[in-house]
């Protein structure tokens, strides 16, 4: 998918937490969005997944403007989101959490699940394959059956991603999936998005671990205050003095 | 297997049981098909309603109204559930832009207006009652059969939807409406949706009852018949499909006991009623202080000894 966000803006009582900020994402790169904290960027991946409202500006998937829908249809529209914060539901098994991410792309409603009408059974059947494999792909094809609150909060990182990937996502949001992971979890979940990068996946990644990102990137966009202030490759960003400046503090 | 034999005990006990507790019988699996909604909605879709009884009302006053001009009694009793439903829907739309307590008074209100609205309005008897409502099948057996009907028909449709994508649909909103949003779910519609399910399955049972008693009054649907309803869900056990029958069906007992203790010769004559007013309070009190989880989630794990978690 290709995604486009022009000019959005969005104040919080008075203040400007993301003001005109435009950028570009081709369909298959993967975008890395950097800067340091309070610089946006969490704002700016809350009105591309239409958690927040612009208050100017325009966000076009494949071209169609979306800033007005409202989240459930912007995921229907093929965005799957991954939340900074381990939002895994509760009382519900860690299957049953994947198979919730299929909900964009099946249709069946409460009548067909009364009835259990074919159609139901179908998308049933469906929804849970899918959701299984989305569980070997992220490695927690073991752990199905536990509750998903149970999980060590690595894996419900994981699962967070499982069950976005069970929406057969074209543009995926990723914001800070690194942080507060080990090591070894780090470089399991970089080799996993490098594949889906591989795939075709349109990725927008916000983080604010820069070794993370420059390693992964195709283009990075740093944000600070609110505005771009830089965009290119990861070598090209890492050059330029006002990205050095926006980290280190003005010299 | 196991449900089989569920259903032929089920089925085995109306003709067992003397006249008296047949009536008790019938009462005991229609408030059980409204608790089976409300648990519904509290269990699975976070949402309190402290008006439950406010959808029976509307179901059995549909159902009675038809019955009483002329309408066939099974019209009435398929279009009670309807009816209860599209109320809900209207009233719905509103109210569940409300959360949490905001709801539960909000449907509180709207069964406290509802009854003023009933007891005054001449067309559906007014305070006195709406009488006269035509027999739905011949004798108590027969009633007593038909609420197992309704009782079993709302469990089957409330297991199916629990584990179907509406149904987790609604679990997952319950934790979180960000994420579940963010997954695609519509979570407004889906609560106005289970809300209306909730409602159609009072109203069902509102409507057998209205047949089976063959008089309405706004008096038979007090505040504090929803409250029950809260408390049967409750004590049975939220977020299980059992927990509702089975909190209904101790509750009953529990105030046919100390109904009967109550009346006991020697007794003052306020015994019965302060009784059963307490028995809500202290079932209700040693179920959250000691079984926070309900009845039925307690004795799984009696018998499935110590998992981890």
Known sequence: MRLVVEGASRAFGGVWAVRDVSLTVE????????????????????LIGGQLAADHGRVRFDGDPVERLPAHRRARRGVSVVFQAARVFHGMTVLENVMVGAHATTRSGFLAAALRLPAHRRDEREIRTAAMVCLERTGLADWAGRAAEELPLGRQRSLQLARALCARPRLLLLDEPASGLRAAERE??????????????????????????????DRVTVLDLGRVIAEGTPAEVRARPEVVAAYLGPS | MRLLLLGAVTLAIPPLLPERHLATFVLFALTATVTVGVSLLMGYAGQVSLGQAAFYAIGAYAAGLLAVHGAPPVLGLLLAPVVAAVAAVLLGAPLLRLRGHHLAFATLAVQLILLSVLASADWAGG??????IPRLVGDDLGYAYAAIV???????????VIASRPGRALRAAATSEIAAAASGVPVGRHRLAVFALSAAMAGLAGGVYAFYLGYLSPGSFPVLLSIEFVVMAVVGGLGTVAGPVVGAGVIIVLVQLLNTLGTQPGMPGYAPSVLSYAVYAIVLITCVLYLPRGLVPALRRLRIPSRAG
Not at chain 1, 34 to 42: E, F, H, L, V, W
Not at chain 2, 127 to 132: E, K, S, Y
Request: charged share 15%; no cysteine.
């Open chain 1, 27 to 46: 369909p298959g790169e993967l975008r890395a969005v950097i800067g340091p904290n309070g610089a946006g960027k969490s704002t700016l991946f809350a």
């Open chain 2, 127 to 132: 305070a006195i009652g709406l009488q006269g």
């Open chain 2, 150 to 160: 309704v009782l079993t028909l709302a469990v089957l449709v409330s297991r199916n």
């Open chain 1, 188 to 217: 399991r979940l970089a080799g996993l998005i490098t594949g889906l990068r591989a795939e075709g996946l349109t990725i927008l990644l916000v983080e604010h671990d820069v070794a993370f990102v420059m390693r992964l990137a």
